[in-house]
């Protein structure tokens, strides 16, 4: 879903492509974490609040609960930073370990 930010001189659109790219980017540098591809991560907006969720692939032998919160922390970060919006929730599902 794309982020659309309204303010008194226009709105600027933030594609959904765009955002999915970004989640991508955010989560992937979190050490141990992929994500399995663009259609497992989901984003809920309305005008200033988001809701991401993603599916992860994990390597083998990384703690799983802190490798999910060290994705929750860096996707909200990139988020609220870059695009402007607060965040509710970043649900993490491991899908994958290997």
Do not use: N, Y
Not at 31 to 42: F, K, L, Q, S, T
Not at 64 to 86: I, K, S
């Amino acid at each position: 879903m794309s982020i659309a930010l309204h303010a008194e001189r226009g709105t600027v659109t933030i594609p959904a492509a765009t955002v999915a790219a970004l989640i991508k980017t955010a989560a992937e540098a979190v050490a141990g974490a992929r994500i399995r591809h663009r259609r497992h991560v989901e984003v809920q907006a309305d005008e200033t609040r988001v809701h991401v969720s993603i599916e992860l692939a994990a390597r083998f032998g990384t703690t799983l609960p802190g490798l999910a919160r060290g994705v929750q922390e860096r996707v909200r970060d990139a988020l609220e930073t870059m695009c402007g919006v607060t965040v509710d929730a970043v649900d993490v599902a491991i899908e994958e370990v290997g």
